[in-house]
């Protein structure tokens, strides 16, 4: 079982959808970040937040919203995607946002963009 | 540019063997550098790190050798168990790097085989 917990596990959506996912830890983690993976590739970092301040935008499309209402939830609001954008987003928390700090990773929503 | 290599897509070894999982890196910044495993449907789960003021750093069956003049790193499992079969992968950050801390590069990842 892992400590960080994803919803939904699987969600289908058309381009002009809006949705959220949804990240809880219970962990203490004052570090949690959004990454995503498309087949056959590593995870790719999107955001990073830090003390429930976001840190790290990597140069994502506007159509990825970040939001962390407090240090145990993350959500990442989406609007208006493109089937390029199916992919499986996951969500990870570490205890700082110091290098090294090892990551703990959810299991992942699987995102299909119609 | 892949500044985390991992060549090998693939290793197959017979159960109660030595597996070795190879990474290379070009980034001489980087200061940490962690190896994660990854089950069909499941997150990546964190195995074992190693900062690089070490060479060596051992967890029970996991152990991570640094070899910071030739940029390259590996992981050896001993014995190699059924259950290990997963993909690994090598990961990298650096303090500073990009402007940023903690940021995690990861390479394509090594699928383990083990065979009983």
């Known amino acids: 079982d892992t400590e960080v917990t994803q919803t939904p596990k699987h969600l289908v959506m058309g381009m002009t959808n809006k949705k959220s996912l949804k990240c809880e830890q219970h962990?203490?983690?004052?570090?949690m970040y959004w990454y995503k993976q498309k087949a056959k590739k590593p995870p790719e970092l999107m955001f990073v937040?830090?003390?429930?301040?976001?840190?790290i935008n990597e140069s994502v499309p506007s159509r990825f919203s970040p939001e962390c209402p407090n240090s145990s939830l993350l959500n990442l609001h989406l609007h208006a995607l493109q089937p390029e954008d199916s992919a499986l987003y996951l969500c990870?928390?570490?205890?700082?946002?110091?290098?090294?700090?090892?990551?703990?990773f959810g299991n992942g929503t699987r995102l299909t963009v119609t | 540019d892949q500044q985390v290599k991992q060549n090998s897509p693939s290793l197959s070894v017979q159960e109660g063997r030595i597996s070795i999982l190879n990474c290379d890196y070009t980034?001489?910044?980087?200061?940490?550098f962690l190896w994660y495993k990854k089950y069909p449907a499941e997150g990546p789960t964190f195995l074992i790190s190693?900062?690089?003021?070490?060479d060596k750093n051992e967890d029970g069956r996991f152990t991570v050798f640094l070899n910071k003049s030739a940029k390259h790193l590996s992981l050896h499992i001993v014995p190699s168990q059924p259950g290990d079969s997963a993909v690994y992968f090598c990961?990298?950050?650096?303090?500073?790097?990009?402007?940023?801390?903690?940021?995690?590069?990861f390479g394509k990842g090594t699928k383990l085989s083990v065979k009983p």
């Open positions: 937040y830090s003390y429930e301040k976001l840190s």
């Open positions: 962990m203490g983690h004052r570090a």
């Open positions: 190693i900062s690089s003021i070490k």
């Open positions: 980034n001489s910044m980087f200061d940490y």
């Open positions: 990870a928390s570490s205890r700082t946002y110091r290098a090294g700090s090892p990551l703990h």
């Open positions: 990961a990298a950050s650096g303090m500073g790097y990009g402007g940023s801390q903690g940021n995690l590069i």
